[in-house]
């Protein structure tokens, strides 16, 4: 009983080990402790919770989730410390009060870093953004491979990767292409002069969209009789792909085999043209004028 008594003695005494002793604050040993016995506790709370809510989820939305983890440890860490602290009968005031223009200016140089996370979390949370995901911003068409809790990172059809600040997709209007599914409508326009057969015209461009590959059959290719342009018939061949990233290279192909149709066939691809009429003012005009300001004393003197 008394060794028992000696070592809760003992055990007492080191806890109550002062490792700082100031005016404002004391830390001992024992506070420490709590504050690492509140760090595991909190730990492993999160990761309960983690567990829980990403049980029924895919592996590849699990993986969304970390981020958003890894946010709240820190923040909940920050906040046991500070517990712990005031607990332990450590005056905060007096620090606060010192950190208050260091606070203040942090805040101002964070505040588009929080705007970045908070958007991160609320994209993840509401899935409005997923990896795969081909999108338009600031007249760039990109390919999402990368969520991130403050960037979202994006490869672009020249191979090029454009780190994207989450607060874009919530100030910002983004197109997201393939936000619904993955199939796409696009269209290639062209135009032909004008009393060409515009039923051929029709039957070329449907034909070289049937024979094209990565079109889909169904729902089906059709043109559009667009307009009557200033020097052409404006037309349009429109179609369903599932690789709207990879389409300025299916497009070209397709170019390449209306310009060979139409040669077969005779029908021309006008370039811009303007009628120009040249009026020539006559020559007994000329002379009324000059023989009307003579009349009126504006001749030379």
Known sequence: MEQLENIFSWLKHLLSYKIYDGESAIISVGTLLLIIIGLLITSLILKIVH????????????NKFVSIFSFLKYLLYIFVVVTVLHTSGI????????SAALFVGLGF?????????????LIILDQSLHVGDVIEVEDKVAKVFEIRLRTTRALTRDDKVVVIPNHIFLTN??????????STRESVKVGVAYGSNVGLVTRILEDVANNQKGILKNPKPFVQFDDFGDSALMFSLNFFINDSFGDPKLKSQMRYAIDAKFRENSVVIPFPQRDVHVYQQSPFQHTAVENSTEEWGLGED
Do not use: C, R
């Not at 567990?51 to 699990?62: G, Y």
């Not at 140089?109 to 979390?121: E, K, P, R």
């Not at 209007?173 to 993955?182: A, D, E, K, V």
């Open 51 to 62: 567990k829980l809510v990403t049980a029924k989820l895919p592996e590849a939305d699990k």
């Open 91 to 98: 005056n905060l005031t007096v620090l606060l009060t010192a």
């Open 109 to 121: 140089a964070l505040q588009y870093l929080f705007q970045d996370i908070i958007s991160g979390i």
């Open 173 to 182: 209007s983004i197109y997201n292409y393939t936000q619904n599914h993955p």
